[in-house]
């Protein structure tokens, strides 16, 4: 089993593999994306879309949500926890708790529905120990604020709380003193700025002298002064004493947190290759709903048969266009393993035998494919291709040159179990030479039982394709009224090229046309009059048979229809009938009820009352043991109501808006750690995350430090 490289480039599975890394959102799960490779066996692929056919069920379950959370990437801190005496810093223990808050979301999600998705909580099973890691992380991490908790230890309680203290004091100092040399206008525009963990007056320069305290620098310019006031000297020296020992405590208590995951290294591995797994097949599903990605079924024997294929790359450029992708059917097995089609230029030879190729890729890396529920698949060794003009410059090759290297290789590697694409089989030489080296070249393949789809305009490749077994001619279709390609492929003749009919179409004179023709065999004239016929002739009855189709289809639809709405309405008026009948039956004893108790009203007692309604009860019940199938109260039966469609897709609509708002306040809440980088509005510069209090954020943009709050941070 062997994944060909260059194959995969002229098949651009590398761009597939970008598109799938956008939807993943780890680090890790993205380089994973990009490196994807052939499973080991059938069996382990079997394994890769069982699961994910799992997780794509939840996706498309609207009363069901599968947890897809970021795996943090904590190499760093693993690194760390195998250093003897090394101690993990906020930062990192902060992507430990994430990663582990991520991993027990899967596992509980796992383990609470294990009944309906077994391979998901199989594959979550071995996971132990989370809940421990997490009690000994969130003992002393305050979650919301995403720092040390103030209770961590005794002692860093004592220090926080003369810094709040301390800090009260200094502001109040500091207020005072703004609100003095504002009044007296010794301040600048910006009346204050924050340096050094200190809160600095803005003093214009010619008035330093005029405000008492200590000098921290000038502006650029030189027109302000940043002046510490006197009072608050001091005051700062304490509050950074308290801040030096905030930061040993901080060690401190980080230390002792590091001691306690470094017992748990293996486990922390296994959170993390847990998530990136689940990143990659969530991201999977997720870009198999942007081309309509299916499961195929898959054939123990060499056979595959895909119906309404598409490339999946063309299909989404062409929806961004609001184009149709034409879909097409393919088949390739031991009677038909080798499929050569021809056409005209520009008609869709090389995109459908693209779309062969890189679907074959993308099943074998498990992937969905972009063909209709009916479709089948088989397992092959390699995939390998020739496309496209691949000159090489450092090894001074011509595309021929090159062609025939790659032929080289391919002589030496294929065997029954290879998939072989060939664009232009044949081309870049003379053609007369170039299609009997071609020939010998598809014979002694054609021989290896080798699986391929070949693209030519060689007719003697097309003549001895009709003559093997095991080969099969094919042609991508023309509209020869309108001299325009229709996309689609049609297995069984080989196509003519139409070159004077689409040169004509184009506007050359028709003299040149006819002197042209004079230069060709009158055999090979009459041999591509056949093709193109036989095509017209194919066509016409296709067109035939797809109205036919259609107008089958139609009917069957509109009669299928008629018994779902049939059905639908008799169900309906059972319901009806029934409401109906019970509350009737309700009416009837009620009224009797009612004479019964208008007739005793007057007595003094409820004896006669009692007795006429016992007498009434039990001739009800003689009435229901009498009937064969006597009539059950039904509680819940309820009038049938009128459905309120208009409703629903109101809530419907709510319901995405509300989701998307929450994609959107998660990701943004992802970016929120102490230490990140973060741009806020009206901002041109991102600043540094320094502290988070709830919603209220302190960021440092280059010298100023700025208070803030979440809703200034860019989504």
């Given at each position: 089993?062997?994944?060909?490289?260059?194959?995969?480039?002229?098949?651009?599975?590398?761009?597939?593999?970008?598109?799938?890394?956008?939807?993943?959102?780890?680090?890790?799960?993205?380089?994973?994306?990009?490196?994807?490779?052939?499973?080991?066996?059938?069996?382990?692929?079997?394994?890769?879309?069982?699961?994910?056919?799992?997780?794509?069920?939840?996706?498309?379950?609207?009363?069901?949500?599968?947890?897809?959370?970021?795996?943090?990437?904590?190499?760093?801190?693993?690194?760390?926890?195998?250093?003897?005496?090394?101690?993990?810093?906020?930062?990192?223990?902060?992507?430990?708790?994430?990663?582990?808050?991520?991993?027990?979301?899967?596992?509980?999600?796992?383990?609470?529905?294990?009944?309906?998705?077994?391979?998901?909580?199989?594959?979550?099973?071995?996971?132990?120990?989370?809940?421990?890691?997490?009690?000994?992380?969130?003992?002393?991490?305050?979650?919301?604020?995403?720092?040390?908790?103030?209770?961590?230890?005794?002692?860093?309680?004592?220090?926080?709380?003369?810094?709040?203290?301390?800090?009260?004091?200094?502001?109040?100092?500091?207020?005072?003193?703004?609100?003095?040399?504002?009044?007296?206008?010794?301040?600048?525009?910006?009346?204050?700025?924050?340096?050094?963990?200190?809160?600095?007056?803005?003093?214009?320069?010619?008035?330093?002298?005029?405000?008492?305290?200590?000098?921290?620098?000038?502006?650029?310019?030189?027109?302000?002064?940043?002046?510490?006031?006197?009072?608050?000297?001091?005051?700062?020296?304490?509050?950074?004493?308290?801040?030096?020992?905030?930061?040993?405590?901080?060690?401190?208590?980080?230390?002792?947190?590091?001691?306690?995951?470094?017992?748990?290294?293996?486990?922390?591995?296994?959170?993390?290759?847990?998530?990136?797994?689940?990143?990659?097949?969530?991201?999977?599903?997720?870009?198999?709903?942007?081309?309509?990605?299916?499961?195929?079924?898959?054939?123990?024997?060499?056979?595959?048969?895909?119906?309404?294929?598409?490339?999946?790359?063309?299909?989404?450029?062409?929806?961004?266009?609001?184009?149709?992708?034409?879909?097409?059917?393919?088949?390739?097995?031991?009677?038909?393993?080798?499929?050569?089609?021809?056409?005209?230029?520009?008609?869709?030879?090389?995109?459908?035998?693209?779309?062969?190729?890189?679907?074959?890729?993308?099943?074998?890396?498990?992937?969905?494919?972009?063909?209709?529920?009916?479709?089948?698949?088989?397992?092959?060794?390699?995939?390998?291709?020739?496309?496209?003009?691949?000159?090489?410059?450092?090894?001074?090759?011509?595309?021929?040159?090159?062609?025939?290297?790659?032929?080289?290789?391919?002589?030496?590697?294929?065997?029954?179990?290879?998939?072989?694409?060939?664009?232009?089989?044949?081309?870049?030489?003379?053609?007369?030479?170039?299609?009997?080296?071609?020939?010998v070249f598809y014979k002694e393949l054609y021989n290896r039982s080798v699986y391929s789809v070949i693209?030519?305009?060689?007719?003697?490749?097309?003549?001895?394709?009709?003559?093997?077994?095991?080969?099969?001619?094919?042609?991508?279709?023309?509209?020869?009224?309108?001299?325009?390609?229709?996309?689609?492929?049609?297995?069984?003749?080989?196509?003519?090229?139409?070159?004077?009919?689409?040169?004509?179409?184009?506007?050359?004179?028709?003299?040149?046309?006819?002197?042209?023709?004079?230069?060709?065999?009158?055999?090979?004239?009459?041999?591509?009059?056949?093709?193109?016929?036989?095509?017209?002739?194919?066509?016409?009855?296709?067109?035939?048979?797809?109205?036919?189709?259609?107008?089958?289809?139609?009917?069957?639809?509109?009669?299928?229809?008629?018994?779902?709405?049939?059905?639908?309405?008799?169900?309906?008026?059972?319901?009806?009938?029934?409401?109906?009948?019970?509350?009737?039956?309700?009416?009837?004893?009620?009224?009797?009820?009612?004479?019964?108790?208008?007739?005793?009203?007057?007595?003094?007692?409820?004896?006669?009352?009692n007795e006429a309604l016992k007498k009434l009860a039990s001739i009800e019940k003689s009435k229901i043991?009498?009937?064969?199938?006597?009539?059950?109260?039904?509680?819940?039966?309820?009038?049938?109501?009128?459905?309120?469609?208009?409703?629903?897709?109101?809530?419907?609509?709510?319901?995405?808006?509300?989701?998307?708002?929450?994609?959107?306040?998660?990701?943004?809440?992802?970016?929120?750690?102490?230490?990140?980088?973060?741009?806020?509005?009206?901002?041109?510069?991102?600043?540094?995350?320094?502290?988070?209090?709830?919603?209220?954020?302190?960021?440092?943009?280059?010298?100023?430090?700025?208070?803030?709050?979440?809703?200034?941070?860019?989504?």
């Amino acid at each position: 089993m062997k994944f060909d490289k260059q194959s995969a480039k002229d098949l651009e599975f590398d761009v597939v593999c970008q598109l799938l890394s956008t939807h993943c959102k780890s680090q890790k799960a993205k380089q994973n994306a990009m490196n994807l490779n052939f499973f080991e066996s059938p069996e382990k692929l079997k394994q890769e879309f069982d699961l994910l056919a799992e997780i794509q069920t939840i996706f498309n379950d609207d009363g069901l949500s599968f947890p897809h959370p970021n795996a943090e990437d904590i190499d760093t801190a693993l690194n760390i926890l195998r250093i003897e005496n090394g101690v993990l810093i906020l930062s990192e223990l902060l992507k430990v708790y994430s990663l582990c808050a991520g991993t027990k979301q899967i596992i509980d999600f796992a383990r609470n529905n294990q009944i309906q998705f077994p391979l998901i909580f199989g594959a979550c099973e071995h996971i132990t120990g989370i809940k421990e890691i997490l009690t000994t992380i969130t003992s002393i991490l305050d979650i919301k604020q995403l720092k040390i908790k103030d209770n961590a230890t005794p002692r860093l309680a004592a220090i926080r709380q003369r810094q709040k203290t301390n800090q009260v004091e200094i502001n109040k100092n500091f207020d005072r003193a703004l609100r003095k040399y504002k009044q007296e206008d010794l301040l600048g525009e910006i009346e204050e700025t924050f340096l050094e963990n200190r809160r600095l007056l803005a003093v214009l320069s010619q008035y330093k002298k005029r405000v008492p305290g200590k000098l921290y620098g000038v502006s650029a310019k030189g027109n302000f002064t940043y002046i510490e006031p006197l009072e608050n000297v001091e005051l700062n020296k304490i509050q950074e004493q308290l801040r030096i020992d905030e930061n040993n405590e901080l060690f401190i208590i980080l230390e002792k947190v590091t001691k306690a995951l470094r017992s748990e290294k293996k486990q922390l591995k296994a959170f993390q290759r847990l998530l990136v797994r689940f990143d990659l097949l969530s991201a999977k599903v997720m870009f198999a709903s942007t081309y309509k990605g299916i499961r195929p079924r898959f054939n123990q024997s060499q056979s595959m048969h895909w119906e309404d294929a598409v490339h999946p790359l063309l299909y989404l450029k062409n929806q961004q266009s609001n184009l149709k992708t034409i879909g097409q059917e393919i088949i390739l097995n031991e009677n038909g393993r080798f499929l050569v089609i021809s056409g005209p230029n520009a008609g869709g030879k090389s995109i459908t035998l693209k779309t062969v190729g890189l679907l074959q890729m993308m099943y074998q890396c498990g992937l969905f494919l972009s063909v209709s529920e009916t479709s089948s698949c088989c397992w092959f060794d390699q995939v390998l291709s020739d496309i496209g003009d691949n000159q090489s410059i450092e090894n001074q090759l011509s595309t021929y040159s090159y062609r025939l290297n790659r032929m080289n290789f391919f002589l030496q590697t294929v065997n029954d179990k290879t998939l072989l694409l060939l664009d232009e089989f044949g081309s870049g030489s003379d053609p007369e030479l170039g299609g009997a080296l071609a020939e010998v070249f598809y014979k002694e393949l054609y021989n290896r039982s080798v699986y391929s789809v070949i693209t030519t305009h060689y007719t003697n490749i097309k003549i001895l394709t009709s003559s093997l077994p095991s080969a099969e001619n094919a042609c991508m279709l023309f509209d020869t009224k309108k001299l325009t390609p229709l996309f689609q492929l049609s297995i069984g003749l080989p196509g003519s090229s139409f070159t004077f009919e689409v040169a004509e179409h184009n506007g050359i004179p028709k003299e040149l046309i006819e002197q042209a023709k004079l230069e060709v065999s009158e055999n090979k004239l009459k041999v591509d009059a056949l093709s193109a016929s036989l095509q017209k002739e194919k066509s016409k009855f296709k067109r035939i048979n797809n109205e036919q189709y259609k107008t089958q289809n139609k009917a069957k639809k509109s009669i299928r229809e008629y018994n779902e709405k049939l059905e639908r309405l008799q169900e309906k008026s059972e319901r009806i009938n029934r409401f109906i009948e019970q509350q009737q039956k309700f009416v009837n004893i009620g009224k009797k009820f009612y004479e019964i108790i208008g007739k005793f009203k007057h007595h003094k007692t409820n004896k006669a009352i009692n007795e006429a309604l016992k007498k009434l009860a039990s001739i009800e019940k003689s009435k229901i043991l009498e009937q064969d199938k006597p009539a059950v109260l039904e509680k819940n039966l309820q009038q049938p109501a009128v459905p309120k469609k208009t409703q629903e897709d109101i809530q419907k609509e709510k319901a995405i808006e509300a989701a998307i708002e929450q994609e959107k306040a998660a990701k943004k809440e992802a970016t929120l750690i102490v230490g990140n980088k973060i741009k806020l509005k009206n901002q041109s510069t991102k600043g540094v995350l320094l502290e988070r209090d709830g919603k209220k954020l302190t960021v440092q943009i280059g010298n100023f430090i700025i208070k803030t709050t979440v809703s200034e941070v860019e989504g």
